[in-house]
């Protein structure tokens, strides 16, 4: 392969996803009880094999990699020559939802989790993956994905150092110079949740395939300062194996989702409604909106 024509984007991102400890735990946690010696394995969105590697860890008969990026594509052959998987990984470049495999499988695996859960469209995917390629009975991981938006406080980190008093000044007016657009944020420290968490998402929800839903109602329940609503997502790779990117966890290669808001006092009985707007195909995630208003208790 030309190291030329790699992007090096990908590489840095498959590096922190692969220095992932706990993302890898769980796969190896949920692989080891869905694959034994002899299984056949489809792996989506394959890239640099982490988990095709796992699965033959435990005993997968063959491994289809199935990877649409062509660079990807490219490094993973090279990493399979490499590791003298030729007898038994089969990289299968191009679309997964149009792939015809020469038999069905036992386990399909993939991870296509974003910032916020959805936006990498992974429920559909795996739905129409399933429909061409799984035997009857078989394992699809992870089975459930789940996403949820939050509004909460921060402690003096991220959006929430723009107040007054934070180092002795008056910051809260650069609040009124910053753009109405999501950031992605790692937590150093737990921020306070000012309402019970909502489902933003729910891919085993049938009637919905995993799709946003469009508005929302966020119940205060803890009086604080209203800061930012958070988006986070919370994947159940296997009955009791669960992945999530909230709380932020050190090496925690997904961020959590931010709509920065005005600094507000609120408490008990406030509510904050909110509407959804995903751009155009849903990927950036950054792009993602939120229109949100405050509405004060006894006003709703």
Request: charged letters at 25%; one cysteine or more.
């Amino acid at each position: 392969m030309d190291q030329r024509h790699l992007d090096q984007r990908h590489l840095l991102m498959h590096q922190v996803m692969l220095g992932d400890r706990r993302r890898i735990d769980a796969y190896d946690k949920a692989l080891s009880e869905a694959v034994t010696p002899g299984s056949v394995v489809a792996d989506v969105g394959a890239g640099t094999l982490a988990l095709t590697a796992l699965a033959l860890r435990y005993g997968a008969a063959r491994v289809y990699a199935l990877e649409a990026d062509p660079q990807l594509a490219a490094l993973a052959s090279h990493l399979i020559e490499a590791n003298g998987w030729s007898d038994r990984v089969i990289l299968v470049p191009g679309d997964a939802r149009l792939a015809v495999l020469p038999e069905k499988v036992d386990v399909l695996v993939a991870e296509l989790m974003g910032n916020l859960g959805p936006e990498e469209d992974m429920a559909r995917i795996l739905a129409i993956v399933a429909r061409r390629v799984l035997r009857a009975g078989g394992v699809v991981i992870p089975e459930r994905l789940v996403s949820y938006l939050v509004p909460v406080q921060f402690d003096d980190e991220g959006w929430g150092v723009w107040r007054d008093g934070f180092l002795d000044m008056r910051l809260a007016v650069v609040q009124e110079h910053v753009r109405p657009e999501a950031q992605l944020h790692f937590f150093s420290f737990p921020p306070t949740l000012l309402a019970e968490p909502v489902v933003l998402a729910d891919s085993a929800a049938r009637s919905r395939r995993g799709r946003p839903q469009d508005t929302l109602r966020l119940d205060v329940d803890h009086g604080g300062c209203l800061q930012a609503v958070a988006g986070y997502f919370v994947a159940t790779l296997a009955p009791g194996v669960t992945l999530a990117n909230f709380p932020s966890y050190p090496g925690c290669n997904w961020a959590v989702w931010i709509w920065p808001l005005r600094h507000s006092a609120v408490g008990p009985g406030d509510e904050i409604r909110v509407r959804v707007r995903v751009p155009e195909g849903g990927r950036v995630v950054t792009d993602w909106r939120l229109d949100c208003q405050l509405l004060r208790k006894g006003t709703q």
